[in-house]
């Protein structure tokens, strides 16, 4: 048995309180383990005080299995009547049996009975009060994301600033097209028959560029966007057709034209405002574009973008408020938090106090791109984009070598980094404003289709960039930022892409087995491309299917729900079959 790979702590994602009975336990194990038995009893009952300690608890295997790379990942739920639960590890490989304790591993049991007392592992009590509650709502909702300036442009009178007429191709950040909120407001109608239930929109607050990432006004929307009328037209609007809004928080760096920021470049270190910013040299070269002399740290290493210092109590007290003025005032559902990886710990945790105070249900969300457990423990972001599932599913589909097997893995590593109610609500996405559009790093019809599939019937809070649903072609940023092709979509240029959308969205909706946690891989034939996994929860389930292969595949018997490229069973390459 290979003790290496052996790994628990009695915390985050491997031990927590889903809710105020059930406590999940998860270990890590090399492939060569079998099979796992918790050993669990509550602490106290072992304890004789001023007496010999001896272990009373019982054993339960641990069924719940994943398989990773170099790993398997071992999950099981128990009900601690008291709340507090001690408990080891038993590991058998063949003849081979260990036990793992928070001392280390031994080789027999002798350390349950005498005066010899080792470590166990312990989670101390499951209080209410420290439990991650994540909303409801999110793991049901459709999300939809807009860049605002190049969806819909519908209202002239708006003052806007060479505004080039609406169209189609290729795009930088250079270019105004006149897209404002009036125009997202005309097409909810659209997006409610679309299936859509939540709108993310790319920050709406006044700033200087195209796409709004360098705010100068936090409480205010951007006049070539519209007004704060526009905008709780927008929100009312939605709200009535059953949609949801979020909003884009940039409170890792402001814009060039900050007023506050202009305070520091005329006074200096004399201004009010000068501990807001994280200026490491005075005077410096204000011409320069660039900050790589570390002048002032910013974002990307862009001189208009200054970082904000959000360990700075008026600087966390400003965006706190600014965040109670959106949802009192305007009503908004959610924020998403921009580069939230460099935001201050300490502020993201007052800042979710503040909102969770004034709504509960609010949706707090983390732009971070790898492995987030450090802000999702439950007292900062409700969860993150998940970037993690898009390479996963980008590679397979990228790259022909890999094979299934791999996928699985991969994925499997994606729903093993947190806790089960932070994978419900995880943001799930194929393409954003940050990446190539989704039929760009797809051009085959069939690998674009299959990826929606997966997107739709896996685990979390599914996301579609705006054209996603016509398949909208876009090369990195900023070429992903492309204008709507209204025109061409009302005369149903695009129908028959649409309605697929439509109808994997639809089944989203309407299975609550696509939309529950359980996810479970079907083993796969070496170096196969045929991806085959189950959606369950108690004794039912759905099974999805997706050929991606050269040759057909049997799909198991059952109801279709959706298929694409089936025939009589037969699965063709390039097709998907959602069977219950």
Known sequence: MNLGCIYHRSQDNMCYAKNESELVIQIQTGKEVERVFLNYEDPMESEEFGGPWTWKGHPEEM??????????????????????????????????????????????????????????????????????????????????????ERFCNKKASLPKKNILPWAEGSVTNDEFYGGDIPGITSKIGYLADLGITGI????????????????????????????????????????????????????NHCGYYFPYWQDVLEKGPESAYWNWF???????????????????????????????????????????????????????????LDVAHEISHKFCGTLRSRLKALRPDFYILGEIWQDSMRWLRGDEFDSVMNYPFHNAVMNFFRDKETDSRNFQYRINKCYSMYMEQTNQVLFNLLDSHDTARLRTKLPDEDSFFQALCILYTMPGSPCIFYGTEIAMEGGPDPDCRRCM?????????????????????????????????????????????????????????????????????????????????????????GGFAVIK
């Not at 058998?92 to 350390?111: A, P």
């Not at 006044?206 to 009328?229: C, L, M, N, Q, V």
């Open 63 to 148: 069924l719940q299995v994943r398989e990773l790379e170099n790993h398997k990942w071992w999950t099981i739920s128990v009900f601690p009547p008291y709340k507090r639960c001690g408990y080891f590890f038993e590991l058998r490989s063949g003849d081979e049996t260990c036990y793992y304790l928070e001392d280390g591993v031994r080789t027999d049991g002798s350390f349950m009975t005498g005066n010899v007392r080792l470590q166990y592992f312990s989670f101390p009590w499951m209080n209410p009060a420290d439990i991650n509650v994540t909303p409801d709502w999110v793991k049901d909702t459709i999300w939809y994301q807009i860049f605002p």
């Open 200 to 251: 993310y929109l790319t920050p709406v607050f006044e700033a200087s560029t195209t796409h709004k990432y360098d705010t100068t006004d936090y409480r205010k929307i951007d006049p070539a966007f519209g007004t704060e009328e526009d905008f709780r037209e927008l929100v009312d609007t939605a709200h009535k057709a059953g949609i949801r809004i979020m909003l884009d928080g940039v409170f």
């Open 278 to 336: 994280m200026v490491n040299k005075w005077p410096f070269d204000q011409t320069d574009p660039w900050t790589y002399d570390k002048k002032y740290y910013s974002f990307h290493f862009t001189a208009f973008m200054p970082k904000l210092n959000t360990n700075n109590d008026e600087v966390a007290e400003y965006l706190a408020e600014t965040c109670e003025y959106w949802i009192k005032e305007f009503g908004i559902d959610g924020l998403r």
């Open 485 to 573: 092709p209204w025109d061409a979509i009302e005369s149903g240029a695009y129908q028959e892409t649409c309605d697929m959308v439509k109808a994997l969205i639809r089944l989203r909706r309407q299975e609550p087995l696509c939309r529950c946690p359980g996810l479970v891989f079907s083993d796969p034939e070496p170096n196969s491309r045929v991806i085959t996994y189950r959606r369950q929860e108690d004794n039912r389930s759905l099974t999805v299917c997706i050929n991606a292969g050269s040759t057909c595949t049997e799909v198991p018997e059952g109801c279709v729900l959706l298929s694409r490229r089936l025939e009589n069973r037969q699965l063709l390459p």
